[in-house]
């Protein structure tokens, strides 16, 4: 939440994420697995925007679902797994706040 704040992005507080169109929220899954009795840990991350979106094809129907996400996942042992989980968080956080700087760029020049 923190290096969102950094980066300009407001943290909706609950009562407005009820009233944000769309109803965003920022999803960050961490997955681990240790296969038994091996030294190392296979992890994957997702950070994904969710919002409700409408289909075109019957504007009625209205689902939850990603408008943006990336993953990563990789192996790392028992000593450092918890780093590298924080590493590829920070990262994909990252690379959330480049695309939502580069969709308000585009909003704000679209708006000239």
């Known amino acids: 939440m923190e290096r969102l704040q950094k980066a300009g992005i407001h943290i909706l507080s609950p009562q407005e994420q009820l009233k944000a ?3 965003p929220v920022l999803f960050v899954d961490v997955s681990l697995n240790q296969p038994k009795d091996a030294p190392v840990y296979a992890y994957n ?10 289909l075109n094809r019957d504007p009625a129907i209205q689902v939850i679902a990603p408008t943006w996400s990336l993953g990563r996942g990789g192996m790392a042992g028992n000593r ?3 780093a590298a989980v924080q590493r590829t968080v920070a990262d994909l ?8 700087k580069g969709e308000a760029a585009q909003k704000t020049a679209a708006q000239r």
């Open 21 to 23: 169109t769309g109803k």
């Open 45 to 54: 991350v997702t950070v994904a925007l969710n919002q409700i979106v409408t």
């Open 80 to 82: 450092v797994i918890a």
């Open 93 to 100: 956080t990252e690379k959330f706040i480049a695309a939502h």
